[in-house]
């Protein structure tokens, strides 16, 4: 989509340091964190919301980059939040998840 700014990051247009990759999902730190550690992790594809999912094997991209930030961040035992908006409630018409820790602390 022309003017996404998540498509625009996947691109390269707007210049990001990827925290994961693969083919289908990007992920990378959030530019208004709500907590230490705010991860963003979207499809390379667009797709404007969760209800318009139906790759399953994004899922399981995402599934498997927060896995590897959370054992990297070391979140285990110390808590984190997984997050999706949809419906409407996305600032951003582009499907994304966010993973945010250690919990207890702006969380």
């Excluded at 700014?5 to 990827?18: A, E, L, M």
Aim: charged content about 30%; overall charge positive; glycine content about 8%.
């Amino acid at each position: 989509m022309k003017d996404c700014i998540f498509c625009k990051i996947v691109s390269g247009q707007i210049p990001k340091k990827f925290r994961y990759e693969n083919d289908l999902i990007v992920a990378f730190d959030d530019i208004r964190p709500q907590a230490d550690i705010h991860v963003i992790f979207t499809s390379r594809r667009h797709i404007d919301a969760f209800e318009s999912l139906k790759d399953d094997k994004i899922l399981a991209s995402v599934r498997a980059g927060m896995q590897k930030v959370i054992e990297e961040e070391k979140l285990v035992g110390r808590g984190y939040k997984l997050v999706v908006f949809g419906g409407g409630a996305q600032t951003i018409d582009h499907l994304h998840f966010h993973l945010m820790g250690p919990v207890g602390l702006k969380v």
